[in-house]
């Protein structure tokens, strides 16, 4: 089978580092710095979304847009060491390998941070494709950079693993069917975001991968 990942909030807990980043700018500009939970609800829809949420609650003016972009985007790659896998991932990456399914990444996150963040926790070589946010035209909920990642791992059944309502909208809009981590950043009930099955630890994941 084809198993493809989202990033942030799914496979790693990527949030400490992407706060401790925007801190620092905001911290520049005299602002007060994000709460945890406030960052959990700003990632999901790649970079430029994220600093324009960061950039809006703490009403600094539409013009530093670019600026904030850029210079969150230049600390993006460094920005690793507060990061950590959630548990039981790396042990159900390593068991899905063996089992002979072939693993990918479709992340709203720019591929070269991506790319980054996984090779640091020793993760990046399990993966025969990184899509990123600005690898194809579009980015997530378009299905467009879901059906790029699948493309690379050549022919099989189809699994989209992510944590929030956009991976679950890119899921449904390239009929693919989805697992639903619950652990991660959603911001809507597990309920209210279509998934074809869900689940809190990734110890079940093989288990739910077999039984698709
Ligand atoms: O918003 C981002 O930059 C990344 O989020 P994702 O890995 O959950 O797609
Ligand atoms: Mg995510």
């Known amino acids: 089978m084809r198993i493809v990942f989202d990033l942030d909030g799914t496979l790693i807990d990527s949030a400490p580092d992407i706060r401790a980043l925007a801190n620092r700018l905001l911290a520049d500009r005299g602002c007060a710095p994000l709460a945890l939970a406030e960052t959990h609800s700003f990632i ?3 970079a430029a979304v994220f600093v324009e949420k960061m950039r809006q609650a ?7 847009q670019a600026a904030l972009l850029a210079e969150f985007s230049a600390g993006y790659e460094t920005a690793v ?4 896998p959630y548990p039981g991932v790396v042990a159900a990456l390593r068991a899905l390998a063996a089992a002979g399914h072939a693993l990918g990444i479709c992340t709203n996150k720019p591929a070269r941070p991506a790319r980054a963040v996984l090779a640091h926790l020793g993760l990046l070589d399990g993966f025969a494709t ?3 946010g600005d690898s194809a035209a579009t980015r ?3 299905p467009a950079p879901l059906h ?3 493309a690379a791992l050549g022919a099989g059944p189809c699994l989209y693993v992510g944590d ?3 991976d679950a909208e890119t899921a ?3 009929g693919i069917r989805f697992l639903l981590f619950t652990g991660g950043y959603r911001k809507s009930p597990v309920a209210a975001i279509p998934h074809a099955a869900a689940f809190s630890a990734f110890d079940a994941l093989p288990g739910l991968v077999g039984a698709s």
């Open 172 to 174: 449904q809009r390239a």
């Open 81 to 84: 060491d507060l990061t950590r």
């Open 140 to 142: 997530k909920p378009d």
């Open 58 to 64: 703490r009403a600094l003016p539409e013009r530093e």
């Open 164 to 166: 929030s309502e956009v």
């Open 44 to 46: 999901g829809n790649g």
């Open 130 to 132: 990184v899509v990123g």
């Open 148 to 150: 790029q990642a699948f």
